[in-house]
Every structure is written in structure tokens, then in C-alpha cells.
């Protein structure tokens, strides 16, 4: 029977891998998006910057809520 509290190993790797390249995109835009002129490419790194923020968030959530289930 599946205990649906753990993850297999292949899961925890995949979870590990979604999450280093979500947190490096934040890190990434939040060095550059000072030394953007632009303000249209500018909007454009913000909302990318939230949306990736959100996802770090949502992932981040959903593994704390499998894992206190």
C-alpha cells in the first residue's frame, strides 16, 4: 500500500530540480531588474518575477501540506 505522506526518491529529486530553478530565477531577476532602463521590459520582469515567486510559493505549499497529511 502507498503511503501518500512520502515521496519516492525520483519525486523528491523532481521537487529539488522545480524548486533550485524557480528560487535561481528569482535571485536572477531581482539582480537585473535595477539595471533595467526600460520600462516596458521592466513591467515585463516584475510580473515574471511574481509569477515565478508564486510558483516557489504554491510548490513550497503543496509539499508541506502532503507531508502533514
Known sequence: MNDVTKFTPHET???H????TGVLGVKKLNA???MVQDEELKQFM???LNTKKSSVNDIQSTV???QNV
Open 13 to 15: 529529486l523532481e521537487l
Open 17 to 20: 530540480e522545480l524548486l533550485n
Open 32 to 34: 537585473t531588474i535595477g
Open 46 to 48: 516584475q510580473t515574471t
Open 64 to 66: 508541506s501540506k502532503i
